[in-house]
């Protein structure tokens, strides 16, 4: 039978630290930032003994640094996680017949056919553990959504099985918050139709959904309440939709020209990324966020273009839509590219930064 595996490593970014640090072994670890909790960051990993605490990713990392005082915070070392993670997913495409489609530096999807599913993820825990010193949970599912939400079972270092046998038994009385692909804001949205649990998701009337998400949506959401959609895991590299760059600034921007001047060096920065890419912009982006934390995003298409001063004029009609007297913490630039011609035709997958 053909299985989807989803590999999740375990408090990754904090378990790479630690190998690096051994002394910190069994220490709450908090990495963030720069680390120093005194300025604008946040929390982009804890490790478990940081989480006993309560502090969780994406958290301020001074509020992190108040409710663990006795941890140890560090530096964001994206070059040394990534290093990482390409070790552990060439272990994984080393697995025999697996197919690998990578999510991010600490997960990724392995399609396998086996009769036994749980003897194939503990080999591969073994592997990657051998290989790289770092654990991993393993989720095992008849589609992808199942085989995603399986991994949360199974932590940490640990593997479970989620089919459309046990899908009701173990989703179906819980909160639609714990789907995959749902949040605060669609949650709400359920629940103002009635719709509380998994179970009432997958019974929801399939005219109230789509009213309220649209077509497509709609029915995608009542279709995740099953637990179903596809099993299919691609292995194709992926293409970014566009690049982005985004700055918290320690200091809140107040004058207007430096507020201008901000986003036309980030935007600088995301051009210079483009012109790697080597293809024209076909749309541009604006995240703001005023003191002291309120966030508006203006999006903007464009005719297709690779004339780097055309798309900075576009740029100023968003630049201009930043509220005057309102002081600015952080701003973020998107520029959209056009996509090749292979995945126009719907053979490379792609994915946004935003």
């Excluded at 589609?143 to 640990?158: D, E, N, S, Y």
Aim: glycine share 10%; net charge negative; proline share 6%.
């Amino acid at each position: 039978m053909r299985w989807v595996l989803h590999v999740d490593l375990d408090q990754f970014i904090a378990a790479v630290e630690v190998l690096r640090r051994p002394e910190l072994a069994g220490l709450p670890v908090i990495v963030g930032g720069r680390g120093d909790p005194t300025e604008r960051a946040v929390v982009s990993t804890a490790s478990y003994e940081a989480r006993a605490f309560g502090v969780g990713s994406g958290m301020p990392l001074r509020i992190a640094a108040r409710k663990a005082p006795d941890a140890v915070i560090l530096p964001v070392d994206a070059p040394a996680y990534l290093a990482a993670s390409a070790e552990v997913m060439a272990v994984l495409r080393a697995q025999p017949g697996a197919v690998v489609q990578v999510l991010g530096w600490d997960e990724a999807f392995v399609g396998v056919d086996t009769e036994d599913p749980e003897a194939f993820a503990r080999r591969l825990q073994q592997d990657v553990l051998e290989r790289t010193l770092l654990h991993c949970s393993v989720g095992i599912g008849d589609t992808l959504v199942r085989a995603k939400i399986a991994t949360g079972f199974g932590k940490p270092q640990g593997v479970f099985r989620l089919t459309a046998e046990n899908w009701d038994e173990v989703m179906g009385a819980r909160a639609v918050i714990e789907l995959w692909g749902v949040g605060t804001k669609v949650s709400k949205r359920l629940l103002a139709l009635g719709v509380r649990t998994v179970a009432e998701l997958a019974a929801a009337p399939e005219h109230a959904l789509t009213t309220e998400f649209g077509p497509r949506m709609g029915l995608w959401y009542r279709e995740l309440g099953r637990g179903g959609g596809s099993a299919a895991v691609d292995d194709t590299p992926w293409v970014p939709r566009g690049h982005s760059r985004e700055t918290t600034y320690q200091t809140d921007l107040a004058d207007r020209a430096e507020i201008e001047r901000a986003a036309l060096t980030l935007l600088a920065q995301v051009l210079d990324d483009v012109a790697e890419d080597g293809r024209p912009v076909i749309g541009l982006g604006l995240k703001v966020r005023y003191a002291p934390f309120t966030t508006k995003t203006f999006t903007k298409r464009i005719a297709e273009t690779a004339d780097r001063d055309e798309v900075v004029a576009k740029a100023g009609e968003l630049i201009a839509k930043i509220a005057p007297d309102r002081p600015v913490r952080l701003l973020g630039m998107r520029a959209e590219m056009a996509l090749p011609e292979d995945a126009r035709d719907g053979r490379t997958p792609t994915r946004g930064a935003w």
